[in-house]
């Protein structure tokens, strides 16, 4: 059974970076499409970037395209999501997660997705 512990969130002003971790265990890291989600306060959850079992394809919501990139090292069996250009609406729950469904494509969809980890707190001040 994977699980996954994210870290790195924190308190950033508008316009600054953070690099988010995704450290996974209990599964064959290098076998899943990996992704990030978000949750903002009285929102839906909400996709954020995808990336590949060899890290070669990744895919982004047009939101965060440009100022957002997903990575992963198979070696430390992590994720990573660096985020430039923070803005105030960027303020969200982040989350990782296992695309265990439909896995031939990256996917968008929060029902293709599962082994949630805890999440963790991004606040970007203006």
């Known amino acids: 059974q994977v699980q996954l512990v994210e870290s790195g969130g924190g308190l950033v002003q508008a316009g600054g970076s953070l690099r988010l971790s995704c450290a996974a265990s209990?599964?064959?890291?290098?076998?899943?499409?990996m992704g990030w989600f978000r949750q903002a306060p009285g929102k839906e959850r909400e996709f954020v970037a995808a990336?590949?079992?060899?890290?070669?394809?990744?895919y982004y919501a047009d939101s965060v395209k440009g100022r957002f990139t997903i990575s992963r090292d198979s070696a430390k069996n992590t994720v990573y999501l660096q985020m430039n250009s923070l803005r105030p609406e960027d303020t969200a729950v982040y989350y990782c997660?296992?695309?265990?469904?439909?896995?031939?494509?990256?996917?968008?969809?929060?029902?293709?997705?599962?082994?949630w980890g805890q999440g963790t707190q991004v606040t970007v001040s203006s």
């Open positions: 997660a296992v695309q265990w469904f439909h896995s031939a494509i990256l996917s968008s969809s929060m029902s293709d997705f599962g082994s």
């Open positions: 209990g599964g064959t890291f290098s076998s899943y499409a």
């Open positions: 990336i590949s079992r060899s890290g070669g394809v990744t």
